[in-house]
């Protein structure tokens, strides 16, 4: 990749404890597309172009769904913070997506039409306003764009137009087809070679007359047996678009034929954006690479298997508040984890990010109203000590090194226990990590604070750890019972103990 523009960024000193003067850091990030870490190098000066890949709306999105909005909302969010003005685009497939993810079937929104009894455009615009509102309650920004793939088909059809012409494509009776065999680079995200054979290819339905097992459809018919509750005329009959060509036409529409990063799931890094690469750069015929920089998430697991709508009942956002749980528990949940680092979904693990997240807003609500947020020059502008700096580079080196967010919350969580920064910059200091990790620190109502307060503590819960405290000091397991007593601390739970038994009560905010 090229070298990053002087201009791209505003360029400022940082003092460290040391006195050692040093350049701010510029986003390094690990892209797919080689598999190594790399500088950022923006094709405009100044501005981001970001595509991620949008929900299939025929179902509530599932707390596994949710991981690449928050990711992709974070780095937006540490772009914007260093002065970068970001366009993102997330669009909404609301046709064109088969069950298996394949080239036949039913659509996923047509079975859950017809499972309803309910039109097409009535599933889509429930499940669409469902993924909006689980966005809003995790507090992800609102997109510059969220484009619907039914408004895009036209342009679809002219871009397989193109593609047909230059000889990328055969038809069968089942659709238009894209011939994989004419990029002799295929698979390259994938890390796979050219004619090998793939698991994650294998695993697609066998197509009659299918050149390769790779090729992938770019229009799918309707044919006699399949009727669709929506489709379109087009040169190959009536159908639907192929999934795959959705993204790139949508993406194109929005952010130009090249734009600066593609993300999503890291379920898509093998087949669906192998195919977006494959037909973008043929249409555009131009030697480069489309999007220069892929940047995916990891799956949230579930029982160490991945959360899918396909193995029945999975949990969705709206259980966990149903529950009395905050919504920015899971962001901080999710937060504490690498985005490319597997993230096993438990009951412990959300205790223990309720629980985290409860001492870091018992220490911002130390601090008092924080000031508004402000990007990287601003607060680098109004620091005055070398601490307060020291603190600000670790922060920005951590979200600038492949946004490293767990280290950004431990970093902050050590600047609020500082006693050595002067007045008010423990604050812009909260402030700007905020604004950087999305989470709601200063700005919570005082409902939301009690709930955020108390989700960690489900009596059940508690209760069944006093007792079993109390069986470990009646067999003189002294070591068990405080291990017990510090797990209940940890949690936000104070125990007394009085010659009637022991009761508990929730700490204080700010203990």
């Known amino acids: 990749m090229g070298a990053v523009g002087a201009s791209w960024m505003p360029a400022w000193r940082m003092i460290l404890r040391s006195g050692e003067v040093v350049e701010g850091t510029r986003p390094r990030l690990f892209n797919s597309l080689g598999r190594e870490m790399q500088q950022l190098a923006p094709a405009s000066s100044g501005h981001v172009g970001i595509y991620s890949c949008g929900?299939?709306?025929?179902?509530?999105?599932?707390?596994?769904?949710?991981?690449?909005?928050?990711f992709a909302d974070t780095l937006r969010r540490m772009l914007e913070f260093k002065g970068v003005t970001v366009t993102s685009v997330v669009n909404i497939t609301d046709v064109g997506h088969a069950v298996g993810d394949g080239d036949l079937g039913e659509d996923k929104v047509e079975v859950t039409a017809r499972a309803q009894n309910q039109s097409v455009w009535d599933v889509t615009k429930k499940y669409t306003e469902a993924f909006f509102t689980d966005l809003s309650n995790l507090n992800v920004l609102p997109h510059s764009h969220n484009p619907r793939a039914s408004e895009y088909v036209p342009q679809m059809i002219e871009f397989a137009q193109v593609l047909e012409r230059k000889g990328y494509t055969y038809q069968l009776d089942s659709g238009l087809y894209f011939d994989t065999s004419?990029?002799?680079?295929?698979?390259?995200?994938?890390?796979?070679?050219?004619?090998?054979?793939?698991?994650?290819?294998?695993?697609?339905?066998?197509?009659?007359?299918?050149?390769?097992?790779?090729?992938?459809?770019?229009?799918?018919?309707?044919?006699?047996?399949?009727?669709?509750?929506?489709?379109w005329e087009s040169p190959w009959g009536p159908g639907v678009p192929g999934w795959h060509l959705e993204c790139s036409v949508m993406s194109m529409s929005l952010l130009g034929d090249h734009f600066d990063i593609h993300t999503g799931g890291v379920d898509h890094r093998e087949i669906h954006h192998v195919n977006e690469i494959a037909q973008s750069e043929a249409y555009l015929g131009d030697g480069r690479d489309w999007v220069p920089m892929w940047l995916h998430n990891e799956f949230?697991?579930?029982?160490?298997?991945?959360?899918?709508?396909?193995?029945?009942?999975?949990?969705?956002?709206?259980?966990?508040?149903?529950?009395?749980?905050?919504?920015?528990?899971?962001?901080?949940?999710?937060?504490?984890?690498?985005?490319?680092?597997?993230?096993?979904?438990?009951?412990?693990?959300?205790?223990?990010?309720?629980?985290?997240?409860?001492?870091?807003?018992?220490?911002?609500?130390?601090?008092?109203?924080?000031?508004?947020?402000?990007?990287?020059?601003?607060?680098?502008?109004?620091?005055?000590?070398?601490?307060?700096?020291?603190?600000?580079?670790?922060?920005?080196?951590?979200?600038?090194?492949?946004?490293?967010?767990?280290?950004?919350?431990?970093?902050?969580?050590?600047?609020?226990?500082?006693?050595?920064?002067?007045?008010?910059?423990?604050?812009?200091?909260?402030?700007?990590?905020?604004r950087l990790l999305g989470l709601k620190l200063g700005v919570l109502s005082a409902d939301e604070v009690s709930t955020a307060t108390?989700?960690?503590?489900?009596?059940?819960?508690?209760?069944?750890?006093?007792?079993?405290?109390?069986?470990?000091?009646?067999?003189?397991?002294?070591?068990?019972?405080?291990?017990?007593?510090?797990?209940?601390?940890?949690?936000?739970?104070?125990?007394v103990d009085t010659p009637q038994g022991t009761r508990w009560e929730p700490m204080p905010i700010d203990d």
């Open 300 to 434: 949230v697991l579930l029982g160490s298997n991945k959360i899918a709508k396909s193995s029945g009942r999975v949990p969705i956002l709206r259980d966990l508040m149903n529950a009395g749980h905050h919504p920015m528990v899971y962001r901080y949940f999710l937060l504490n984890a690498h985005y490319r680092s597997q993230l096993d979904f438990t009951e412990a693990g959300l205790r223990s990010a309720a629980a985290g997240y409860r001492r870091l807003l018992g220490r911002v609500a130390q601090l008092g109203p924080l000031p508004e947020a402000a990007g990287l020059d601003v607060v680098r502008g109004r620091l005055r000590s070398a601490e307060a700096l020291a603190a600000l580079a670790a922060i920005d080196d951590a979200i600038t090194e492949d946004l490293n967010t767990p280290k950004v919350i431990a970093e902050l969580n050590a600047v609020l226990r500082l006693d050595s920064l002067e007045d008010g910059e423990a604050a812009l200091l909260a402030s700007a990590a905020e």
């Open 182 to 231: 004419r990029m002799p680079d295929y698979g390259r995200l994938a890390l796979r070679r050219p004619g090998s054979a793939d698991t994650d290819v294998h695993r697609l339905e066998a197509v009659a007359g299918k050149r390769s097992p790779a090729d992938f459809a770019v229009w799918r018919a309707e044919r006699g047996e399949q009727k669709r509750l929506v489709h």
């Open 454 to 495: 108390n989700i960690a503590m489900p009596p059940d819960y508690i209760e069944g750890l006093i007792a079993a405290r109390a069986t470990a000091r009646a067999g003189g397991d002294w070591g068990e019972a405080d291990r017990i007593r510090n797990q209940l601390t940890e949690i936000g739970v104070r125990l």
């Open 55 to 70: 929900m299939t709306v025929y179902g509530d999105p599932h707390l596994g769904n949710l991981r690449p909005y928050v």
